[in-house]
């Protein structure tokens, strides 16, 4: 048996299709400033729980501790670790998506 193998296609760069990026942050303007409204829905447009509004809630508070100078290193340290953890379960939640890196975590 002889295996039928085709010819591989070159393509020029303007023919590939390249899809579009994916916005992954939300449009809600509290995320940039505390004393915004709260966010009242997640990622896909359902109503936040009480408990879930708390979760946001420990995250922003967190967020404002990391970048807090008076600090020590190794407060600020370990508050990073919690603000991973807030992250990923808001993450997993679909309530916020952000990436840290800009938090030094």
Same mark, same amino acid.
């Given at each position: 048996?002889?295996?039928? +193998?085709?010819?591989?296609?070159?393509?020029?760069? #303007?023919?590939?299709? &390249? @899809?579009?990026?994916?916005?992954?942050?939300?449009?809600?303007?509290?995320?940039?400033?505390?004393?915004?409204?709260?966010?009242?829905?997640?990622?896909?447009?359902?109503? +936040?729980? @009480? #408990?879930?509004?708390?979760? +946001?809630? &420990?995250?922003?508070?967190?967020?404002? +501790?990391?970048?807090?100078?008076?600090?020590?290193? %190794?407060?600020? #340290?370990?508050?990073? &670790?919690?603000?991973?953890?807030?992250?990923?379960?808001?993450?997993?939640?679909?309530?916020?998506?952000? @990436?840290?890196?800009?938090?030094? %975590?």
């Amino acid at each position: 048996m002889t295996a039928h +193998l085709q010819e591989p296609t070159t393509r020029m760069p #303007s023919e590939i299709a &390249v @899809p579009e990026e994916t916005d992954m942050t939300t449009t809600s303007p509290e995320l940039s400033d505390a004393t915004a409204i709260p966010a009242t829905t997640d990622l896909l447009g359902q109503p +936040l729980t @009480p #408990s879930e509004v708390a979760l +946001l809630d &420990v995250y922003r508070d967190l967020k404002t +501790l990391v970048a807090e100078q008076e600090l020590a290193p %190794c407060a600020v #340290s370990n508050l990073r &670790v919690a603000l991973s953890a807030a992250a990923v379960a808001l993450t997993d939640l679909a309530i916020e998506f952000e @990436p840290l890196t800009d938090h030094g %975590c």
